[in-house]
């Protein structure tokens, strides 16, 4: 971020305009950037995710909107904003409408965390894997918000299971984030990032010796995520749509985007954690040696937010993998399968960690 | 608990293995589906000697003959094929056409004219 920022200080110098408005509105143009790629990652999200799912499934998904149904999201985003806003009579209004904007923020600003380059990071904290395992469990709260002022017993109910869900996984995702953190000795993303580069190349990055935490972090964050198999709080056989049944319209249209804001992020920072963030598979950036001079030096930046996107739909390809093949769980199953298996088997994935970094922590350090 | 596992590990394989396989989608409107032969779709009559056999086999009583119109009543058929079946001349046939669906009740009342019999009958 600070070669960025002299760039642009710089860059302001040379047409005289003071240095107190580049101050000002550079901390305005990445929360932008952020913002219109997370709609425009969204859009694709969704497509990616249905097309696939059709595939899985030997189907075709959606074709008929625009050229092989590059359009669908839009026609369906289009047709939410049309519909009518309802809010059920005996609904506590104000939280009402207020849960689905509480679910969006957290999703913002968990993505102003993540290193996107190594000089785009919004929001680059000496803690910041801390603050976003924080703000991966606010959604928790505004879907209670919403189950609870919807005055429907299938929205309490999906609600209640949801925090039930939550208090049980959150567990293991933290000793799972903690065992990575050993290995890097930084609660920094992009101290971690830089941890896994080494002349081992792919196999030095945390999936290979953590590969026990990698796949728990996979499991449990589809059950933070609320994706099947873990989908309880949305079972429609059971729920109706679980907390989002009184929500329509543009209400509902911020749910979905929270949902895929928060699938698109988690993905991310699991690469970030396992999969090498922002660094190229190759062992060195193809863009230097395919662009000489300035262009090529620059280009670096977007080719790492290119690996790390790759690496991001990687996981998302696995997650509707995993949606496509597996049935939901029951409540109960869900809760044991939690506690009596991924936690312990998260505690023994630190310790290992623990041990490895102290014998040959030379290695991995 | 291990069997379990290779049973999900296969589950997750043979999902895989289906993404690579051309899908069976019918596109509807663009392609249509294959009727088998003996298919029993819209009825289609050409030829009757009026002999009213047809309006006394059919269950749903579908069939009507009111001097040179011959007509089915669309809203009624059950597409069993009792009249093309007892037929004397085989003037009934069942067609391979299933696309029925309209939006005036009018057109679900088919309507076919008798002709050139009446002569024959006389003499
Ligand atoms: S197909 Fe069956 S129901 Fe339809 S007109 Fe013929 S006999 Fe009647
Ligand atoms: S259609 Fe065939 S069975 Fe029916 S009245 Fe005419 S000749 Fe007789």
Redesign the pocket.
Known sequence: MNYLYFLYIEFLAKHNIPKIFGDITFYVIPACIIFVALILVILVLVLFERKLLGWFTQRKGPNRVGFWGVLQTLADAFKLLCKENITPIGADRAVFNLAPIIMFLPVLIALGLIPFSSEFTFMNFQTNVLIYVILATFPVLSILLAGWASNNKYSLIGGVRNVAQILAYELPISFTVLSVIVLASSMNLTQITLAQSNQYGVLGWYWFPCIIGFGLMLICTLAELNRCPFDLPEAESELIAGYNTEYSGMRFALFYLSEYGMLFANSLFISVLFLGGYLSPFGKYLSPILFSGPVGNILIYFEQAFWLFAKSFLIIFIFIWVRATLPRLASFDLLKFSWNILLPLSIVNLLLMSLLKFFVGGVYA | MLKEFYYMLLSFLTVFKHLFKRPVTLEYPEKKSEVGERFRGKPY?KG???????IKVCPANAIK?EDNDFIFDMKKCIFCGN?SF????K??KMTQNYELATNDVNDLKLLYKIEGRENERLD
């Open positions: 009559m009757c000697i009026k002999c009213g056999t047809c003959i009249c007892y037929c004397p001349v003037a009934i």
